[in-house]
């Protein structure tokens, strides 16, 4: 019997030793550090766009973190500074990402501003980006003969939408690219990034 | 507490512990064949789906008219439907079935891992229907939501009271090691799963807890479970006991106390505190521990006996898949270093050492199980040696293929993301190649899985020859029953 007590209790004790060293501690340290001015929780539009890109499961292929330059090319390939652990302040969940099936994301707004650019991307990679694996999201657009009033026309390359009509984004398309378009935490911080071997 | 058992020992006589043993087992039998009919069907529909997203990236403009087949929800799905469908479900069947014939008394209410059974199959179902429809908590190894996520604890709950029960009930005065990995990671899983769900985290200490929660799944639940599976039919069909009680032990507890940190190496590089991400690199070399020893155990075991792999279905499976094993969690070891990860980190390696560990690994000692197991349950020889062949070298092949490719296309994937002189597409399209052998892997995998089904569909319906004597795993063997041992232990 005594043997079972010190059984149960060395099998609870390791695993809430665990968690106290991995998500506590961290979590205390992390809440005590002070915000970051610069960043600015999202707009509801932009957050909706959230919701869209983890409905459509862009985390699988795309990371959210810059590495540091000791670390990864990361910056070299202007992607931004690195991150630090309050640029994430209003992200629930988390979208850092452990692929990079496709390039990092952090501060996509930066490298590529172009709403069209977005739209016609979303519609059908290929046509921008020869090769690309990244699926068409065909399903976030409206293909019609003509565009309405206050339709936004989605600009394509020559052949890519269907002969004798116009490509539309829907209302979920307009908030993705909100959200990407909000993607900018490449503001200038001091300090060294608490990733960073200085640290 | 009622009074204390009146038999305690450990080795009874012969025809008691026979008489035991199919009193234990007819107490099982109906919620372990509902888990195992499950885990076959989760198991078909989960790598159907990772087929089709591992397709898309031949063709990735297949199937992109709807949301639901788009390729983030149908990788999702694959990854619920394999993990929490066939793997959980498959290890809980096999867990309930040795738990009575392990502690020497008869299931506690068999009706109550009935009722989880049926449970766990509605939390797959909404929970996958969930992913589809694009409703998810959006964390990796998170995504079915909280509210159906009360489902699988009450399941959970109610499967674990009835080993439980059991266990406290036991007319044995030792645990069995396979006993001990049971209860930890029934002890393990719900911490996890609850720390992980709680609502107070958000942006990086997300990330930290999500990581918590997504290796230690592998950890403290999956691989307890299997090796527990292992640690029982290995010795089973030999016919000889484990070589050494201590270093299964060591195994243990060192299991216990490194791999439950070993989360954050999914976030090397990641903007986490140093401290912490070093803490799960240090415990995951650290790993080796008791990866060594179980596999000198194991090891130590076998020698003399692996003549006895030709001829036992089981045996070949669980004896591969703790050789593989041994071989992920050491490259694991190796992955989580910072000088190998600034490489293979954000590449499909990381995906191709994910299958080496939860197929050939958990996989492979869950099917050896089911060969085992599924005869004692429905009183019938397995129909077809060829059809166990078959589904052998298919899901060797399919692994061996499946893993090779993406560790290899990973790592060039890798080095090119870290030539900055290179553009970013270059790391694209130097996996492509890699990646249709990793379609071809799958396709191996899905056609083994189509096989073992079918196999276990006539199984269950008692179909095929009547035989008095199991069917072989290797065609030679038919010629040469003479001078063998016989294929498996009387029951």
């Given amino acids: ?199 | 507490m009622t009074t204390a058992p009146p038999v305690f020992e450990d080795t009874p006589a012969p025809e008691v512990a026979l008489a035991e043993r199919v009193t234990a087992d007819r107490s099982t039998r109906g919620p372990v064949l509902l888990f195992f009919h499950s885990a076959v069907v989760w198991l078909v529909i989960g790598s159907l789906f990772g087929l089709i997203a591992s397709l898309k990236f031949q063709f990735p403009d297949w199937l992109t008219g709807q949301a639901m087949w788009t390729f983030g929800r149908v990788r999702s799905v694959h990854l619920n439907a394999v993990a929490y469908g066939w793997t959980s479900m498959a290890l809980i069947g096999m867990a309930i079935w040795m738990v009575p014939r392990l502690v020497r008394a008869p299931l506690f209410m068999p009706g109550l891992a009935v009722a989880a059974a049926w449970g766990w199959n509605l939390f797959m179902i909404l929970g996958l229907g969930a992913i589809l429809a694009g409703w998810t908590d959006g964390m990796e190894w998170l995504e079915i939501p909280l509210p159906i996520d009360a489902i699988v604890a009450v399941s959970g709950g109610l499967m674990a009271l009835s080993v439980l029960v059991t266990v406290a009930r036991r007319r044995t005065r030792h645990f069995y090691v396979s006993v001990w990995y049971i209860l930890a990671a029934m002890v393990w899983f719900p911490i996890i799963f609850v720390t992980a769900n709680l609502p107070v985290f958000a942006g990086v200490e997300q990330a930290a807890v999500n990581w918590w929660y997504g290796h230690n799944a592998l950890g403290l639940w999956i691989t307890p479970m299997s090796l527990a599976g292992a640690y029982y039919l290995i010795p089973k069909v030999l016919g000889r006991p484990v070589h050494s009680y201590n270093l299964s032990l060591v195994g243990f507890w060192a299991l216990a106390f490194f791999y439950s940190l070993n989360g954050h190496h999914h976030l090397i590089g990641g903007p986490l505190p140093t401290w912490v991400i070093t803490t799960s690199i240090t415990a995951s070399v650290m790993m080796v521990i008791p990866v060594a020893a179980t596999a000198v155990n194991f090891h130590s075991t076998m020698i003399g006996r692996f003549d006895a792999l030709r001829y036992s279905p089981t045996l070949r499976f669980v004896v591969m898949g703790c050789m593989i094993y041994t071989a992920a969690s050491l490259q694991g070891s190796v992955e989580a270093l910072r000088s190998f990860n600034r490489v293979v980190h954000f590449t499909q390696y990381t995906v191709g050492h994910a299958h080496f560990g939860l197929y050939g690994f958990a996989s492979f000692i869950l099917f050896g199980a089911y060969y085992f197991i599924v005869p004692r349950l429905v009183d019938w020889e397995w129909p077809s040696g060829r059809l166990i062949r078959v589904h052998f070298w298919l899901a060797l092949g399919g692994i061996a293929v499946y893993v090779g490719a993406l560790c290899i296309g990973g790592w060039f994937q890798g080095q090119a993301m870290l030539d900055a002189s290179r553009p970013f597409m270059d790391s694209v399209n130097i996996t492509k190649p890699y990646l249709i052998g990793r379609t071809v892997g799958g396709a191996m995998m899905v056609l083994a899985h189509l096989v073992f089904a079918y196999h276990y569909w006539l199984m269950v319906n008692r179909r095929g020859p009547v035989r008095s004597e199991p069917a072989w795993s290797d065609r030679r063997s038919y010629t040469m029953r003479g001078p063998l041992p016989p294929a498996e232990p009387p029951r």
């Fill in chain 1, 1 to 199: 019997m005594n043997t079972f007590r010190v059984f149960f209790a060395g099998a609870v004790s390791t695993a809430v030793f665990a968690f106290f060293v991995l998500a506590y501690l961290p979590h205390r340290q992390l809440a005590a550090a002070a915000p970051e001015s610069a960043l600015k929780p999202y707009a509801d539009s932009e957050l909706a766009g959230r919701a869209v890109y983890i409905s459509s499961g862009c985390v699988y292929c795309h990371s959210q973190q810059v590495r540091d330059p000791l670390f990864g090319t990361d910056q070299a390939r202007h992607w931004g500074r690195p991150s630090y652990p309050d640029d994430y302040r209003y992200d629930r969940p988390h979208l850092l990402g452990t692929m990079r099936t496709g390039p990092d994301l952090m501060n996509i707004a930066v490298r590529q501003p172009s709403r069209s650019w977005h739209y016609a991307h979303l519609y059908q990679p290929r046509a921008l980006v020869p090769g690309s694996l990244m699926p068409s999201f065909r399903f976030l657009f409206t293909v019609k003969p003509r565009a309405d009033m206050n339709d936004e026309v989605v600009d394509l390359p020559a052949g890519v939408a269907p002969e004798g009509s116009v490509v539309v984004p829907t209302a979920d398309a307009k908030h993705l690219v909100d959200y990407l378009l909000s993607l900018n935490r490449d503001f200038p911080r001091s300090g060294p990034a608490p990733g960073s071997a200085a640290h």
